[in-house]
T-cell receptor, first 113, second 111 residues
Framework: GAVVSQHPSRVICKSGTSVKIECRSL??????MFWYRQFPKQSLMLMAT?????????EQGVEKDKFLINHASLTLSTLTVTSAHPEDSSFYIC?????????FGPGTRLLVL | EDKVVQSPLSLVVHEGDTVTLNCSYE??????LLWYKQEKKAPTFLFML??SGIEKKSGRLSSILDKKELFSILNITATQTGDSAVYLC???????????WGAGTKLIIKP
């Protein structure tokens, strides 16, 4: 089946630094990838839709200058959390879209100290 | 290799029927099992299960976990057309706190 990976799986950083999270579709090409945040026991919150070769579409309330998304190829999308603050600490999940089905990545836990 | 398998992959029933969705897993260092409902882009959280044999209920939905046989079921009684969705199962591992996702069950409820 289609597999999506994320790297790193966990990251701890200091407040004010930037963190890049990679999302890769390993065995399929994903023209569209989605980025989510999740808090414990809560639904996934869609942050943005990333289309290969074009600008990402951000959901209302998500700062595009803070959460930079780049979808440079059909198998890689990156999310950069710029000038991270403790309130950005969360579980970030990506998914790749192919033929009407979404395949979810394992997630990246970000802790900002 | 960790894996989560959901069955069936798709299911079509009539309104009022009861459905049972299955999720089996092979995950080292099991931490929890989660069920989600996905209608549009963002999966909605339904249940988190950590203990065997304790049923969790929310309205017409219920779920239970069997840690000995390594599976969980999600039951929906008196189904309605609004229950049509993809139901996702994911297992969280203690090893790295990441989620291993099942492929989902696409449920269609016909009026």
């Amino acid at each position: 089946g289609a597999v999506v990976s994320q790297h790193p799986s966990r990251v701890i950083c200091k407040s004010g630094t930037s963190v890049k999270i990679e999302c890769r579709s390993l065995d399929f090409q994903a023209t569209t990838m989605f980025w989510y945040r999740q808090f414990p026991k809560q639904s996934l919150m869609l942050m943005a839709t990333s289309n290969e070769g074009s600008k990402a579409t951000y959901e209302q309330g998500v700062e595009k200058d803070k959460f930079l998304i780049n979808h440079a190829s059909l198998t890689l999308s990156t999310l950069t959390v710029t000038s991270a603050h403790p309130e950005d600490s969360s579980f970030y999940i990506c998914s790749g879209h192919q033929k009407g089905t979404q395949y979810f990545g394992p997630g990246t836990r970000l802790l900002v100290l | 290799e960790d894996k989560v398998v959901q069955s069936p992959l798709s299911l079509v029933v009539h309104e009022g029927d009861t459905v049972t969705l299955n999720c089996s897993y092979e995950v080292t260092n099991f931490r929890s099992l989660l069920w989600y409902k996905q209608e549009k882009k963002a999966p909605t959280f339904l249940f988190m299960l950590t203990s065997s044999g304790i049923e969790k209920k929310s309205g017409r939905l219920s779920s239970i976990l069997d840690k000995k046989e390594l599976f969980s079921i999600l039951n929906i009684t008196a189904t309605q057309t609004g229950d049509s969705a993809v139901y996702l199962c994911a297992v969280e591992s203690n090893s790295n706190y990441q989620l291993i996702w099942g492929a989902g069950t696409k449920l269609i409820i016909k009026p």
